[in-house]
């Protein structure tokens, strides 16, 4: 790993670390760490882990974000975690940190759904037609999560 990759994620660690964020460090390129929902969303109760895959040209390609527990969102794949959110795509900056990703991009995402071009279709349409069914619908699949824990 070139060594200014692996100071840049390090320093990107010791910061969310700062922050108070649970972080697990994997190997060289992989760690995972623990995410809250946001205040005043269905989320606001859960808990997730998520997986980040560091690229080797990092900061320069995005990480790839995923979430490990399962969660019910409209831009989140149920199944394997992966999330649709174009700033960890087509928009990302080599400026773009770990506490970007942690504390802004992904509480956005949980906050600000995009039905409009969703992983989970099913999500997707609950959160258009009958928002308070999916809100109750999240609630009952964070629940779920904690009992599996």
């Not at 606001?44 to 560091?54: C, H």
């Not at 900056?93 to 992983?119: A, C, K, S, V």
């Amino acid at each position: 790993m070139d060594s200014k990759v692996k100071r840049r994620i390090m320093l990107d660690i010791q910061k969310i670390n700062s922050d108070g964020v649970n972080t697990t460090i994997i190997d060289s390129y992989n760690i995972r760490c623990s995410i809250k929902g946001p205040p005043d969303t269905p989320y606001a109760t859960g808990e997730w882990d998520i997986s980040i895959s560091f690229p080797k040209n990092y900061p320069y390609k995005s990480p790839s974000i995923g979430f490990i527990d399962k969660i019910y969102h409209p831009n989140v794949d149920y199944d394997s975690g992966s999330i649709c959110l174009n700033v960890l795509n087509e928009d990302w900056q080599p400026i773009y940190t770990l506490r970007h990703i942690i504390g802004t991009f992904l509480p956005q995402l949980l906050t600000y759904p995009n039905p409009d071009d969703p992983l989970n279709i099913a999500a997707a349409k609950l959160y258009k037609n009958n928002p308070e069914q999916f809100n109750r619908h999240v609630k009952m699949k964070i629940f779920e999560n904690r009992i599996k824990k």
